[in-house]
């Protein structure tokens, strides 16, 4: 079933009349008063992913990290993009040693986390992530004793997962609390999302995604891809389609990636990067009343343990 946030109020055909009931300051002030005596004491594990590449997913998420991290978060990212690994390159950061090392015991996980903004910290994956899931049973124990700290850390694991439905992308949906699917208004990447959205369905048994219009020219545009996206889902699928909000497209982030910085840093008033902060509005305003699976610890353990049970099955 598709469901459309009572958020979101229609009042005209006009991207000017198109406006989001939750205000910036105000609400942030008061959602983290409400909110923060709410929230159970673990972090929040959400997949940000999408079927097609070329669609601004990288950039989305650490945008929403400093968005969150605005909003008193502490986040952490992890760069789960196998092939194309770019978060550390959008923060202008220069990792010295990744995951892998911390798989072949040359460093703990604390020593390779980097600070790429106040209260938000990159974990540099590498292609170690593909080996997470054949780990040796002592590599693996290791590992989880020093994910536990993590939880205590931080508010938000932001998952970067790579395009498309291959099978660490699918390892990494299946172990998140939470998956946004990011897509635009191009043919090919709405098919493409719908694919994604239907795997995960049936490989992991996932019923509830949410979705973010990315780089649309109005608010009626991203709209429009969340009917098309959305019908499709609702026709075929038994699922429930969430509808975070929209990015504009801005001239603004071609400049950001260019300085090596994050659009909400350098350029915060800027079209899409006001879109940004009321879709982290609406992340904060469902924050409380989420039934999250486990926690940090549980996410790596459901990751862990993917590859033996699919051993096990078949």
């Known amino acids: ?100 090392d911390v798989l072949r015991g040359s460093a703990k996980l604390s020593e390779i986390l980097l600070e790429a903004y106040k209260n938000v910290y990159v974990l540099p994956a590498s292609s170690g992530v593909a080996e997470l899931v054949d780990l040796d049973p002592s590599v693996r124990y290791g590992l989880l004793h020093e994910i536990e700290s993590l939880d205590k850390e931080f ?60 780089d649309v020219s109005t608010a009626r545009e991203g709209l429009e891809v969340y009917r098309r996206l959305g019908g499709a889902v609702d026709r075929f699928m038994d699922i429930r389609l969430d509808y975070l909000g929209y990015v504009l497209h801005d001239e603004n982030l071609e400049r950001a990636v260019k300085s090596k910085s994050p659009l909400m840093e350098i350029f915060p008033d800027a079209p899409a990067s006001k879109c940004i902060t009321r879709i982290v509005e609406t992340m904060l305003a469902e924050e409380y009343a989420l039934e999250p699976r486990g926690d940090v610890q549980f996410f790596w353990k459901r990751l862990l343990n993917q590859e033996a049970e699919s051993m096990e099955a078949s």
């Open 1 to 100: 079933m598709v469901r459309r946030l009572d958020l979101f109020h229609w009042r005209d055909e006009s991207e000017s009349e198109w406006r989001i009931e939750l205000k910036s300051n105000k609400v942030i002030e008061r959602l983290d008063s409400v909110i923060t005596e709410s929230l159970p004491d673990r972090a929040r594990v959400v997949s940000v992913t999408s079927g097609k590449g070329g669609v601004g997913k990288s950039n989305l998420v650490a945008n929403l990290a400093i968005g969150l991290a605005a909003a008193g978060r502490r986040i952490l990212i992890l760069d789960a993009d196998l092939g194309l690994a770019n978060i550390d390159l959008l923060f202008g950061l220069a990792p010295v040693k990744t995951i892998d």
């Open 155 to 214: 508010d938000v694991l932001l998952l970067d997962t790579a395009a498309g439905i291959s099978k660490s992308v699918l390892a990494f949906n299946g172990a998140a609390d939470e998956i946004i699917i990011v897509t635009t208004i191009e043919p090919t990447a709405i098919i493409d999302a719908y694919a994604t959205i239907k795997v995960l369905r049936r490989e992991s048994g996932i019923r509830t995604f949410s979705l973010i219009a990315n």
